[in-house]
């Protein structure tokens, strides 16, 4: 049974850091790609950062140079450092999980933890 739970959201002050975990169950990372997204009220899901098994790496235009994906296949956590944080990244985060090697293409993401809440304030 696949498993995703993320954790250590919070609030935080504009230009604070936080970091995500996503601890993952039921699969290993070997042939896996994972993503973080994100929603805020009223908008649509952003796919903020993604990460193959072959640790290639994308980031939305929003966070890049701000937020920094890795995982650590040893433990099945995916992490999600975010640094520099703005009032817009308000939002609730997602881990997701696909069974793909590659993130590349448009397949949808099967599995998905219940998400942690991120809010920054000015």
């Known amino acids: 049974q696949v498993q995703l739970v993320e954790s250590g959201g919070g609030s935080v002050q504009l230009g604070g850091s936080l970091r995500l975990s996503c601890a993952a169950s039921?699969?290993?990372?070997?042939?896996?790609?994972m993503a973080w997204f994100r929603q805020a009220p009223g908008k649509e899901r952003e796919r903020v950062a993604i990460?193959?098994?072959?640790?290639?790496?994308a980031y939305a235009d929003s966070v890049r140079g701000r937020f920094t994906i890795s995982k650590d296949n040893a433990k099945n956590t995916l992490y999600l450092q975010m640094n520099s944080l703005k009032v817009e990244d308000t939002a609730m985060y997602y881990c997701a999980a696909r069974p793909t090697t590659t993130c590349s293409g448009g397949s949808p993401f099967p599995y998905w933890g219940q998400g942690t809440q991120v809010t920054v304030s000015s």
């Open positions: 039921g699969f290993t990372f070997t042939n896996i790609c």
């Open positions: 990460i193959n098994v072959y640790n290639a790496i």
